[in-house]
């Protein structure tokens, strides 16, 4: 069952990053008008885009997946961070929806560390 889970978790989050590559490395207004806001655009878009690619990579390969998932739990701590702060829940009437994939791939993505925390490094030496 938690391969079950494990593996939900991590199709889930994974394909949610790889779905919002597209508006990233396209330019898309939204991603455009957001990075913008932050101050950070182009570079934090496609930088963010990148950390996205290689989290989605490692989430679906089972000995790095726990290492996906620790770098997926950055990511859409600050993606949530800047919504709450900056960006609010809403960004070009899409309804939350993005703010609503970024808390979902942070669930899936703590799910992920906590069913894979054996194998992290330091936190299995603890374990052991």
Known sequence: MKNIISWIAQIIAAVIMFQTLFFKFSAAPESVEIFTRLGVEPWGRIGVGVLELIASLLLLVPRTAW??????????????????????IVIQNDGGQL??????????????????????????KLIA
């Not at 739990?73 to 960006?87: E, K, N, Y």
């Not at 994939?101 to 992290?120: E, G, N, P, Q």
């Open 67 to 88: 290492a996906g998932a620790l770098l997926g739990v950055g990511l859409m701590a600050g993606a949530i961070f800047s919504h709450l702060t900056q960006l609010g």
């Open 99 to 124: 703010f609503i994939y970024a808390v979902l791939v942070l669930i899936c993505s703590l799910t992920v560390l906590y069913l894979h925390r054996a194998k992290i490094p330091l936190v299995s």
